[in-house]
C-alpha cells in the first residue's frame, strides 16, 4: 500500500507563501492522479488541485491564481506551491491519491484510496 507523507506547513501571515510536499512510497503514482484538500475548522474537506497522469492540472477556483499544484517525478513528489496566503486559507492540507489503474481524475473524495497524515497551515491577518 502506498504511504503518502505531507512537509511543509506552519504558520505565516497574511500574504506570505508557503511550499507544501507530499512524498510518495511508491513510484507508480506518479502516473495516478492525484491531488490536495483542506479542511479548515468545522468545515467539510475540500479539494484544492489536481496533477493526473498527463500532467494536466485542475486548481478550485477559491485558490486559482495563487495556488499552484506541480510534481517532481524524479523525486516521487508533488507540491502545492502557495502564494498570497489569506486567513481563510487556514486548514489542515492533506494529499491524496487515486490508483494508478483509476481513469478520471477530478475531486471525487471517496475515490481517493489514499490519504497522508495531513499538515497544518495557519495564517494570521
Known amino acids: 500500500q502506498v504511504q503518502l507523507v505531507e512537509s511543509g506547513g506552519g504558520s505565516v501571515q497574511a500574504g506570505g507563501s508557503l511550499r507544501l510536499s507530499c512524498v510518495t512510497s511508491?513510484?507508480?503514482?506518479?502516473?495516478?492522479?492525484m491531488g490536495w484538500f483542506r479542511q479548515a475548522p468545522g468545515k467539510k474537506r475540500e479539494g484544492v488541485a489536481l496533477?493526473?497522469?498527463?500532467?494536466?492540472?485542475t486548481h478550485s477556483d477559491s485558490v486559482k491564481g495563487p495556488f499552484t499544484i506541480s510534481q517532481d517525478n524524479a523525486k516521487n513528489t508533488m507540491y502545492l506551491q502557495m502564494d498570497s496566503l489569506k486567513p481563510e486559507d487556514t486548514a489542515m492540507y492533506y494529499c491524496?491519491?487515486?490508483?494508478?489503474?483509476?481513469?478520471?481524475?477530478?475531486?471525487?473524495?471517496?475515490?481517493?484510496?489514499?490519504w497522508g497524515q495531513g499538515t497544518q497551515v495557519t495564517v494570521s491577518s
Open positions: 491524496a491519491a487515486r490508483r494508478p489503474s483509476a481513469t478520471w481524475c477530478n475531486f471525487y473524495q471517496p475515490d481517493f484510496p489514499y
Open positions: 511508491d513510484n507508480t503514482y506518479k502516473r495516478a492522479c
Open positions: 496533477v493526473d497522469r498527463t500532467a494536466r492540472t
